[in-house]
């Protein structure tokens, strides 16, 4: 089946506007991460959605940082009044019970704050 | 959270030679796994292993959890085994939940 999808694929946008990353999790599975690799780096945690708990929000660097999930599937990570620090890759995961809690990502959004 | 130490962070191998990834995490984990970022910045799942061991062709991985580490192997190594190794762990009793990365091993490996 169809892996997990991001979109846009690269964002280019100018210092103290805001972005929306998109991401299309793995058909049925209940848990949804995002994570951001900042250059030559290593995956920094920011959100996780699992089914309908409450979100895990610890990872998110400020209040300009948000998520959320429509109808258990879909998610959308916004970044209001972007900083040149923002930019990052921006990576999506999605895991479930029945493939044995792995973690499976998406090819990620490439975002540059100018 | 959980600290997760990859070494070595760079390598650098001939073509055919075969190498030895290790990653110590600094508490118990219920999940680990292995993952090979592409040069095209993919993360590719290699092995879901928070214990015992496993193979799939030329890799093969250990994972000894009471002893806090982990072992990724490579046979045979090929130029498109390049790219940034990292290893990640999950701690805690949840079944899901968020993953703890360490920072990687960049690994080149030259024809």
């Known amino acids: 089946g169809a892996g997990v999808s991001q979109s846009p694929s690269n964002k280019v946008t100018e210092k103290g506007k805001d972005v929306e990353l998109r991401c299309d999790p793995i058909?049925?599975?209940?848990?949804l991460y995002w994570y951001r690799q900042s250059l030559g780096q290593g995956l920094e945690f920011l959100i996780y959605?699992?089914?309908?708990?409450?979100?895990?929000k610890s990872g998110l660097p400020s209040d300009r940082f948000s998520a959320e999930r429509t109808g258990g599937s879909v998610s959308t990570l916004t970044i209001q009044r972007t900083q040149q620090e923002d930019s990052a890759v921006y990576l999506c995961?999605?895991?479930?019970?029945?493939?044995?809690?792995?973690?499976?990502f998406g090819p990620g959004t490439r975002l540059l704050v100018l | 959270g959980i600290q997760v130490e990859q070494s070595p962070p760079d390598l650098i191998l001939q073509e055919g030679a075969n190498s030895t990834l290790r990653c110590n995490f600094s508490?118990?984990?219920?999940?680990l796994q292995w993952f090979h970022q592409n040069p095209w910045g993919q993360l590719i799942n290699l092995f879901y292993?928070?214990?015992g061991t496993k193979q799939n062709g030329r890799l093969s991985a250990t994972t000894v959890a009471t002893e806090r580490y982990s072992l990724l192997y490579i046979s045979s190594s090929q130029t498109t085994d390049s790219g940034v190794y990292f290893c990640?762990?999950?701690?805690?009793?949840?079944?899901?939940?968020?993953?703890?990365f360490g920072r990687g091993t960049q690994l080149t490996v030259w024809p």
């Open positions: 995961a999605s895991s479930s019970m029945a493939s044995k809690e792995t973690q499976y």
């Open positions: 058909s049925g599975h209940t848990a």
């Open positions: 959605f699992q089914g309908n708990s409450a979100p895990d």
């Open positions: 508490d118990s984990v219920n999940n």
């Open positions: 292993i928070p214990s």
């Open positions: 990640a762990v999950r701690s805690g009793g949840s079944t899901l939940g968020r993953l703890y």
